[in-house]
Every structure is written in C-alpha cells, then in structure tokens.
C-alpha cells in the first residue's frame, strides 16, 4: 500500500437509483475535493426516471444542483463546478473483463489532470446496492492501481477533506479493512447520524449506530453511506454478497472481514452529511430488513438464534398491532423468505 505521504490511490463508487438530482448534488461535493488521486464510478442502476440523460446534462453543463439559498450546507456545492466536464459513458456489458483494457485507456488513472475523473456506468437492470457496487468494485480490482475503495452512498454530501481525513485514519490501522466517516443528519448539519458505524449485537440480532465517542471500542461494522474498504480487505474478503440486494450487506462485509483478520475504525474528522432512506419503499424496507436480519442471524449467530428469532417475530407483529397492515405483510414475507433461503432481488 502507497505511504501516507505518497498518497493511496482511490476508486470512489457511487450507486444511482431514481436519485439524479441527490447524485449530481453529491458529485458537485465529491469533485472538489482536496484529495489528488482518485476517480469516480457512477453506477446507473437501472433507474426508471431517465437518470443517466439528466447526469449527462449536467456533466455537459446544460443542468445544475439547486439548494435552498440559506441551506447550511449550500458553500459545499455553490457555486456550481466549471462545465463541461471530462466524462465517459459506458453499459454495464461493456464494463466487463473482456472490455477493461479499453476502458482503462480511455478512463483516468487516479490522479491524471488530463483524462476523464468520472465515468457513468448504465445497468439495464436494478442489481441492488450490492450489485451495483460490486460492478465498480471488479473493475477497481481488475484495473490493480487503487489502493482503497470508497462506497458512498448517492444521498450524501462531503466535506473538501473528508477523504483526506478517511484515508489518513485507515492508513493509521495496522489491519486496515473498512474505515467509516462521521455521519452527520444533511436535514440537521449539527446532529450526529453515526460515528463511522455501530454495533449488532448477537444475543438480539439488533444493530445500533455508535453516536458517542466512549462506545467507539464496541464498533463492529460501518454503515455503508460512507465506507472505505482497502484492497487487501477485498482480496480476501470478496465482493459485497449479492444474496443481501439492499439492506445489511455492509453489516455483513465488516463481520466477514472480521473473519479475515481485519479491522473496522471510524475518522471522526472525515465528515459526510447523509439524508436516510430516500431510495426505498417503505415495503420493500421492512421485506428486505426482516429477511436480512434473519438471514445475517443465520450466518454468524446460530448459538444465539432462539433469542433472535423471537425478537424478529416481535418486530413483525408489532407492525399488526400498530395496524400497519402492508408492512406487516412485507415482514412476515421476509421472514417466511429468510427461513427458505430465498436470497437475492425477491420483489
């Protein structure tokens, strides 16, 4: 891995789903950040909204971020980046083994001043977060010149020194496997989302974000809004597992990783500000929350699966009691579904 003082290289991936207007705000932060050698993947997931033609328009210059003008956060992306920009477009077909060594001829490497940064990645079908990342996370393996690989998430905004900060941390960790930032609330700017991650518990299956410092020791995953995985740790570790779609797969790769030998760590002073929970129903959230659960409950806690088992039963028939019928039926399908293994994009 390239010293500190070198500056590691890195593959910064990020995931679109019906979400272009939070995408390009974001990639109006990302684009000015002070790190000097990185590149962005956007992956187009199959959106259903024209997505890939709005980011295009804006990369062309043709369409701006627009933010409330007394937003606390309007100086990290006002005023808008200089347009055009440098930008190559590419199908998920072509984004392949057999296609790399072309697109790496046309696609920067890390910190080149005078080829493309960006790159949009079109997928005719929804992959899921895991994989619509993993397309990205291929091609940075393939491509062999980055040394770490940012997932952030498409609804989040970053400070100009929040991957300064994120890679300076991990590169601290003698087992550096994935490093999280301080999330904070992009609706509330002052208030704490997580630090770096937080703990799932494997008497109750549960998961809960780390928002004080003195809990920092009990982290052991990060959330996903902002996760930074070194290469060793996906050599090893692989790819996110696609039997996930969306929903605790970034719980999963930490606690896999864990496996490896590797470490999860937070830099507080990496900061991204993150809107939760805009690209998903609230039925496919409750599906794919319970049937994740239970299927992470399965993988790494058995001994305790009586007590998880029954905290999952309660968390469905709270939903019956609160009269929220469609998603008491999502979650009892999600359990019904954990139980059979029928992983995967189900709905």
Known sequence: ?????????????????????????????????????????????????????????????????????????????????KKPLIYSVFSADEFSENGYPKIKNEFSRPGSTNKNRLCLIKSDKNLGFTGGNNIGIRFALWHDDYDFIWLLNNDTVVERNALTNLVRRAQTNPCPGITGSRLMMYDKPEMVQALGGGRVSPIWGTTRHIQSEDELKK????????????????????????????YSDDTDYCLNAARHGFEVSAALDSIVFHREGRATSSFLKNYYGIRNSLYLNLKYFRRYLPTNFLYILLRVFKRLIRFHFKEFLAAARGVFDGIRGKMGKQL
Request: charged share 20%; proline share 5%; hydrophobic share 40%.
């Open 1 to 81: 891995m390239a010293t500190e003082k070198e500056h590691s290289t890195v593959c910064i991936i990020i995931l679109n789903y019906n979400g272009w207007a939070d995408t390009i705000e974001c990639l109006e932060s990302v684009l000015r950040i002070e790190y000097p050698k990185y590149a962005v993947l956007v992956v187009e997931n199959g959106s259903t909204d024209n997505s890939l033609e709005f980011l295009k328009n804006w990369a062309d210059g043709k369409l701006d971020a627009w933010l409330k003008p007394l937003h606390p956060l309007r100086h990290i992306t006002y005023p808008p980046l």
């Open 219 to 246: 982290m052991n995953y990060i959330v996903g809004a902002s996760f930074l995985i070194s290469k060793e740790c996906v050599e090893k570790a692989g790819l996110l597992c696609d039997k996930f779609f969306v």
